[in-house]
């Protein structure tokens, strides 16, 4: 839905399209910092412990959630150069992560730990939605909200 309105932005600005431009930069904040702490909260008091590919999609997603901060509070004009690459890779990873779990014959014994599996989906709602889905849809998220929809004046906040 968002990525049909960013295509739109650019044939004629909606109201719709204008709304979600005067949110984008502090929602792209909130997923991110929301998704951190909901990782840190499965982790230290869920007590699943992450395995490789959480915790590759963690060196993406957190200091994605701190440049966002600290663009929206700097108001800084140059914040894309930083949170595209951080989310793509982030995408990647998710992508990955998410087809081990669909696929356990893609996981390489030697890629994975004995304890903490790559391919098994501790938490699954409706059939398909895993951890690293949600990741991913934090990652893509932001990705069009960034690329999407120009910020006033060019900065996220």
């Known amino acids: 839905m968002l990525f049909v309105l960013a295509v739109v932005q650019y044939r004629r600005k909606t109201k719709a399209v204008i709304r979600v431009r005067s949110i984008a930069g502090p929602l792209s904040v909130l997923v991110t910092v929301v998704a951190t702490l909901g990782s840190l909260y499965l982790s230290e008091i869920g007590d699943l412990s992450p395995c490789r590919w959480c915790w590759i999609q963690r060196v993406f997603m ?36 998410y087809l081990l779990q669909q696929v356990p014959s893609l996981s390489d014994a030697k890629s994975c730990s004995l304890t903490t599996p790559c391919s098994v989906t501790y938490i699954e709602k409706f059939g398909f939605i895993s ?14 909200l960034l690329i999407g929809f120009r910020f006033r004046e060019g900065r996220i906040g």
């Open 131 to 144: 951890i690293p889905w949600m990741a991913g849809s934090v990652f893509v998220l932001v990705l069009t």
């Open 62 to 97: 957190y200091p994605l959630a701190v440049v966002l901060v600290i663009a929206w509070l700097t108001r800084d004009r140059h914040v894309r150069r930083y949170a595209v690459p951080l989310s793509l890779m982030g995408v990647g990873a998710s992508i990955w992560h």
